[in-house]
């Protein structure tokens, strides 16, 4: 079982809003990853921190940000959503490279 | 560029039946080959990661297999249970980044 958690699961929010995904881990893994997917699709890299204070922008581009002041806590956050950023976002995190990357639960995204 | 192609697309088989994915890369270079279970709306769970010298790996009822030479792999259930309706995301890494495929959608039915 996976020591990652997501939260919300779900959010419907209005165009405009700023919203802020959160995601924590609890098995120290300095690598850390904010995936998005839509239905059907693959999923697409768009934040990375390879440890505290360290985030480096991915191969999908994304409007959002990310920070990284704690090792176990790595939010996400978008300034002002629009309805093209309904998605799932998935957060992950793995101990080293090659090592086994842990998924959350994911939080699907609705704009309105 | 890299690439990771799943096939089929979408599988439909009765419960209790046997059925293998596919799973065709160009990836490079080469690290690791993973395999993952999506359920519906939740997050990716990893079912066996091989390396490039690692032709077999069993999980249970998933056995997975490489051939780093022709550049596949295949993922084979055997006696699928309701609960193996997921999708089936075939992973590739290469020294840090990691190319996914638009999975396998798997229905099984009673």
């Known amino acids: 079982e996976a020591d990652i958690y997501q939260t919300p699961r779900y959010l419907v929010i209005g165009t405009g809003k700023k919203i802020t995904l959160e995601c924590s881990q609890t098995m120290g893994h300095d690598k850390m990853y904010w995936y998005q997917q839509d239905p059907g699709m693959e999923l697409h890299l768009i934040h990375y921190?390879?440890?505290?204070?360290?985030?480096e922008k991915g191969d999908l581009s994304s409007e959002s940000t990310v920070s990284r002041i704690r090792t176990e806590h790595f939010p996400l956050t978008l300034e002002s959503a629009r309805p093209s950023h309904t998605s799932q976002y998935l957060c992950?995190?793995?101990?080293?490279?090659?090592?086994?990357?842990?998924f959350g639960s994911g939080t699907q995204l609705s704009v309105l | 560029k890299n690439q990771v192609e799943q096939s089929p697309q979408s599988l439909i088989i009765l419960e209790g039946k046997n059925c293998t994915l596919q799973?065709?890369?160009?990836?490079?270079?080469?690290?690791?080959l993973r395999w993952y279970k999506q359920d519906t709306g939740r997050g990716p769970v990893s079912l066996t990661i091989m390396t490039f010298s690692e032709n077999t790996k069993s999980n249970g009822r998933y056995t997975a297999t490489l051939d780093a030479d022709t550049k596949q792999s295949s993922l084979h259930i055997t006696a699928s249970q309701l609960s193996d309706s997921a999708s089936y995301i075939c992973?590739?890494?290469?020294?840090?980044?990691?190319?996914f495929g638009t999975g396998t959608r798997l229905t099984i039915i009673p």
């Open positions: 921190s390879y440890g505290v204070n360290s985030t």
């Open positions: 799973c065709n890369y160009t990836v490079s270079p080469f690290s690791n």
């Open positions: 992973v590739v890494g290469g020294n840090e980044k990691l190319t």
């Open positions: 992950a995190s793995r101990l080293w490279d090659r090592g086994e990357l842990f």
